[in-house]
């Protein structure tokens, strides 16, 4: 059964440094989502992608955050400038049009220093 | 935007029915109930989805009535593996899903 992939499953940075979270969605999907997850807490919509460009975002996905589909596989979360607020679980997701179910990966673990 | 109520845990035990009840308040007319699992260290899962009346597969039932302010998730006969965060979701559509607090359920032997 196809499956979303993400890596790294765990990533360490320090406070200010960028960072890069990769994403494979379904290979036949065309509408691609970041949420992240901070421990304890609910999971939270950040951005949606569709035919390269962002469909709807979240206020939590600001100036320092961007998303980008570099190939025809990869979707990428950056984000520029960490801060310790930004550790968390980060989700990214992806779905089939005309349907309503996404897809979750695994997760991305990001802990900031 | 639809909001949503559900309990914040539950325990249960090996055999047992469990029913978690969500309140939808002011879902819209066109709106479907839609349920995720998210078993520990891992990403959510959609379980069932349902518009009203009685919804099952092969993982749960969804119970919704008739006024659809409130819906119940029904898992039969649980086990250890059931334990994980259901969640109602607030808003699903083509852009976004917004989920609602969930609902930790704890199975015991």
């Known amino acids: 059964e196809p499956e979303v992939t993400q890596t790294p499953s765990h990533q360490v940075t320090q406070m200010g440094q960028e960072v890069i979270l990769r994403c494979v969605p379904i290979?036949?999907?065309?509408?691609f989502y970041w949420y992240r997850q901070i421990l304890g807490q609910k999971v939270e919509f950040l951005v949606s992608?569709?035919?390269?460009?962002?469909?709807?975002k979240s206020e939590i996905f600001d100036d320092q955050f961007s998303v980008e589909r570099p190939d025809g596989s990869n979707f990428t979360l950056k984000i520029r400038s960490t801060k310790l607020e930004d550790s968390a679980m980060y989700f990214c997701?992806?779905?089939?049009?005309?349907?309503?179910?996404?897809?979750f990966g695994p997760g991305t673990r990001l802990t900031v220093l | 935007l639809a909001k949503t109520t559900q309990p914040i845990s539950m325990d249960s035990y090996e055999g047992q029915e469990v029913n978690i009840t969500c309140s939808h308040n002011n879902i819209a007319t066109n709106d479907y109930i839609t349920w995720y699992q998210q078993f520990p260290s891992q990403g959510p899962r959609f379980i069932i989805q349902?518009?009203?009346t009685k919804v099952t597969n092969e993982v749960a039932s969804l119970f919704i009535p008739a006024d659809r302010k409130s819906s119940t998730l029904s898992l039969p006969r649980v086990s250890l593996s059931d334990t994980a965060v259901y969640y109602c979701?607030?808003?699903?559509?083509?852009?976004?899903?917004?989920f609602g607090s969930g609902t930790r359920l704890s199975i015991r032997p």
């Open positions: 992608f569709y035919n390269n460009e962002i469909s709807e």
């Open positions: 997701a992806s779905k089939v049009a005309g349907e309503d179910t996404q897809y």
């Open positions: 290979s036949n999907h065309l509408y």
């Open positions: 349902g518009y009203k």
């Open positions: 979701l607030e808003d699903s559509s083509a852009s976004k899903i917004i």
